[in-house]
């Protein structure tokens, strides 16, 4: 029999890494105005100039998420039962997606439209035209698909995640806490770097060619294969103390290595085609995939090894920005594309403008966070249970 290794105090520094992940999108989504990257609205500055940077969190972003994520779930799942498990997850995630794709993002794809496509129609006659899914907006990089979520993505994701691990606990039953001991027991040492980075090389090896990303759910078999590794790693791995401490021991050598891993990918992205050696297989291309996915492994491993050392603690900012932080990430995209479409015509200098962005982004996104906490109605469309929002009115920081 498999000694027990879990605990069941809160880990609090993962609440942490959650809120840390969700601010790194939004400046992540600023630069985005700024890069050449396809995106809703583009900057007149738009330039290469700060891609590498916007490179140092592409890797692991998500995928830290996706793994806290799992680690939140596992938790609920193991104080509800199936049933209402699954209907807090719910509700939780499928009303704010529903209205977010009927409120919140729409304005980010009317001024795709207006920018790209040239719509020259009003929000009103746009709406129509979003609620009848309508194809015809379209540009050099293709055609917007409509009604969307957009950055919502990550919402129908984790729901259908949500509803797979409460099958696999039910169909493993006591044998899913003994997986995650066992897990626990093999990832130490050489194997916590190896292991995990060696899995999520070989699905970006099998498929990210095969299926590139498209968020789009039904498609998207590589992002569903990475992203749902690491939030099932996360619900098993939830409780096992070691295994996090396994990361705060060897949390420099984990970050040395992520960046070290930023650098060769910085290489290889900017090497050009006609120059790589030839081989009798394409072992480049493989070589690329798991360096990639060994800086993803080590920048997610550093991430929660240096806030298991620095930030296992609560506070009534750690409760108040827990709350805080899911309605931020639902409203924040649509804030940057706005104050950017509004903001071109200054012609502002772009570190200023991005400044600019970002604390009227930050801002505003707190303002309506304090309104919605405050009227019940509104809760719901946010993923905000109604006695945790009670709970947080005398503790929320002043």
């Given at each position: 029999m498999l000694t027990n290794h879990h605990d069941?105090?809160?880990?609090?520094?993962?609440?942490?890494?959650?809120?840390?992940?969700?601010?790194?999108?939004?400046?992540?989504?600023?630069?985005?105005?700024y890069v050449t990257w396809d995106w809703h609205v583009k900057s007149v500055h738009a330039s290469n100039a700060i891609e590498p940077l916007m490179k140092l969190s592409s890797p692991w972003r998500l995928g830290l998420l996706f793994l806290v994520s799992g680690v939140a779930s596992s938790w609920m799942l193991n104080k509800l039962s199936i049933g209402r498990f699954i209907r807090q997850r719910s509700a939780r995630l499928l009303i704010p997606l529903i209205f977010g794709m009927l409120v919140v993002t729409p304005p980010q794809a009317f001024i795709e439209a207006v920018e790209q496509a040239g719509y020259q129609g009003n929000y009103f006659?746009?709406?129509?035209?979003?609620?009848?899914?309508?194809?015809?907006?379209?540009?050099?990089d293709g055609c917007l698909d409509l009604p969307t979520w957009?950055?919502?993505?990550?919402?129908?994701?984790l729901w259908i995640y949500s509803l797979?691990?409460?099958?696999?606990?039910?169909?493993?039953?006591?044998?899913?806490?003994?997986?995650?001991?066992?897990?626990?027991?093999?990832?130490?040492?050489?194997?916590?770097?190896?292991?995990?980075?060696?899995?999520?090389?070989?699905?970006?090896?099998?498929?990210?060619?095969?299926?590139?990303?498209?968020?789009?759910?039904?498609?998207?078999?590589?992002?569903?294969?990475?992203?749902?590794s690491l939030f099932l790693l996360g619900a098993l791995l939830a409780r096992q103390t070691e295994f996090w401490q396994g990361f705060n021991t060897a949390r420099w050598t984990l970050l040395g290595t992520a960046l070290a891993c930023w650098a060769l990918v910085l290489i290889f992205d900017a090497w050009p085609d006609d120059r790589w050696p030839a081989t009798p297989f394409p072992v480049w291309s493989k070589l690329y995939h798991l360096i990639y996915s060994l800086c993803q492994?080590?920048?997610?491993?550093?991430?929660?090894?240096?806030?298991?050392?620095?930030?296992?603690?609560?506070?009534?900012?750690?409760?108040?920005?827990?709350?805080?932080?899911?309605?931020?990430?639902?409203?924040?995209?649509?804030?940057?594309?706005?104050?950017?479409?509004?903001?071109?015509?200054?012609?502002?200098?772009?570190?200023?403008?991005?400044?600019?962005?970002?604390?009227l982004t930050i801002t505003s996104s707190f303002a309506v966070f304090e309104i919605v906490r405050r009227i019940p109605a509104l809760q719901p469309m946010f993923g905000l249970r109604a006695d945790k929002v009670l709970a947080l009115q005398s503790t929320a920081p002043h």
């Open positions: 069941d105090s809160r880990q609090f520094f993962l609440d942490w890494v959650r809120i840390f992940a969700f601010f790194v999108l939004i400046f992540y989504h600023v630069g985005m105005y006659d746009f709406m129509k035209l979003y609620l009848q899914a309508y194809h015809g907006f379209c540009d050099k957009n950055h919502l993505w990550f919402v129908p994701y797979l691990l409460a099958g696999i606990s039910l169909g493993l039953g006591k044998h899913f806490e003994s997986l995650g001991n066992f897990l626990a027991k093999h990832l130490n040492g050489w194997k916590l770097f190896v292991l995990p980075a060696l899995l999520l090389g070989l699905i970006r090896i099998l498929l990210a060619n095969r299926f590139p990303t498209t968020h789009d759910l039904v498609n998207d078999w590589f992002n569903h294969a990475n992203s749902f492994w080590s920048a997610i491993g550093a991430a929660c090894g240096f806030a298991h050392k620095h930030l296992q603690f609560d506070s009534p900012k750690r409760r108040y920005l827990t709350q805080a932080v899911f309605p931020l990430y639902i409203l924040h995209q649509t804030f940057i594309v706005v104050f950017a479409y509004v903001l071109k015509p200054a012609s502002l200098a772009p570190g200023i403008e991005a400044i600019v962005l970002i604390v």
